[in-house]
């Protein structure tokens, strides 16, 4: 559109010209409009021609200077790296949470997204920093004790499934050594001996423990420990399938495994895909589960036997528990914790279709 027919924006009204239009200086015009203090008595009288002249020009308070007035953005910040290859699905459970907590308690939220947390975020978060949020939720992150003590410096923050401890940090996690130790011991009572494990990224407290309590679950059980059978991989769908082609193309001559379990659903639904490429069915001849009981584990074919961390309660916690630091620190109260506070959500064994009893299987 030519800039000579280009309609022209009307100037925001702001309190000066409620002011004159109400016959009353721009300070008395904020004392009734933006609950601001003023010495002056302002009578019932004025307070309505001040609150007719504001609808007449169609006033509208600034939000930024009202917050820097109250030093508060009402906005959450969710630091998060979010792989463009692939949707992730733990992401999507824990913001749902976020969201929801966030619209109770009238906060807005901004997303702030890295392509990773070793070489991205050390340069780019401590800047999200600079009064924009009132405090930050970091999701899995993987972030040096060093920058994580440059944040808490300055912004409030809490952790989700943090890998370090860091002093006077909530940080919200499942118990997820005990989630799975259930779902193995599940598969074996299925019947199942030879089970493979393809492990999430090494290394990462979460992948030690599914590791820890595999291997205790086998040892409950009676069943030798085989390190070849256990695979490491990552959490995504395409790690997932890459190592379970792998392991079948190392091992021809190996009878397939009794039952797969895998570090994360995203791993479960590659696993399938690659024997399903192979000609095998599940759980006709490999039962698969996995662990979340994200959206892909109930949209997947055959839905997936997982382990389900309550993530969309984790990320609602996450705001409740990052709030009532904010609001101790603007309420200058010293009280909060010396120390990290864990707080540890119970996980629970999903059943579902892509596991069947050895038997069954083996007759399907």
């Known amino acids: ?22 016959g009353v200086s721009a300070m008395a015009a904020s004392a009734v409009l933006n609950s601001a203090r003023t010495s002056s008595r302002i009578s019932p009288d004025t307070r309505a021609r001040i609150v007719a002249a504001a609808q007449l020009l169609n006033y509208r308070p600034n939000a930024a200077a009202r917050a820097l007035l109250a030093r508060r953005m009402n906005t959450i910040g969710v630091a998060a790296v979010v792989d463009a290859g692939e949707l992730n699905t733990y992401f999507l459970e824990v913001f749902n949470g976020l969201l929801e907590a966030a619209a109770q308690h009238e906060q807005n939220t901004t997303v702030f997204t890295f392509h990773d947390w070793t070489h991205d975020v050390p340069a780019r978060l401590p800047r999200f920093c600079d009064g924009r949020v009132d405090g930050l939720i970091l999701i ?13 410096g300055h912004t409030p923050y809490v952790t989700i499934h943090n890998d370090l401890a860091v002093p006077g940090v909530v940080n919200l996690e499942s118990d997820e050594e005990a989630g799975a130790f259930t779902l193995v011991t599940h598969l074996i009572a299925q019947g199942h001996r030879r089970i493979l494990h393809l492990t999430g990224n090494r290394g990462r407290r979460g992948s030690e423990r599914r590791i820890a309590a595999y291997r205790r679950a086998l040892e409950a059980a009676g069943i030798v420990y085989d390190p070849a059978l256990v695979v490491d991989s990552s959490y995504s769908t395409p790690a997932g399938a890459q190592s379970m082609r792998t392991w079948l193309q190392q091992n021809p001559a190996a009878p397939l495994p009794d039952a797969v379990f895998c570090a994360n659903d ?17 759980p006709g001849d490999v039962s698969v589960a996995g662990f979340d009981d994200s959206l ?25 528990s990052l709030l009532l630091q904010i609001r101790a620190e603007h309420e200058h109260d010293s009280g909060m914790p010396a120390t990290q506070t864990a707080i540890v959500f119970p996980t629970e064994l999903i059943a579902r279709a892509s596991v069947a009893p050895r038997a069954r299987a083996a007759a399907t």
């Open 1 to 22: 559109m030519p800039a000579s027919v280009r309609k022209k924006r009307a100037r925001a009204a702001t309190l000066a010209d409620v002011g004159r239009a109400a």
């Open 140 to 152: 899995a992150p993987l972030v040096a004790m060093d920058v994580l003590r440059k944040i808490a």
């Open 266 to 282: 995203g791993i479960a639904v590659g696993v399938m895909e690659v024997l399903a490429e192979a000609g095998y069915s599940v």
């Open 296 to 320: 892909v584990a109930r949209t997947a074919s055959p839905q997936l036997t997982t382990v389900r961390q309550p993530l969309r309660a984790m990320g609602r916690q996450a705001v409740e």
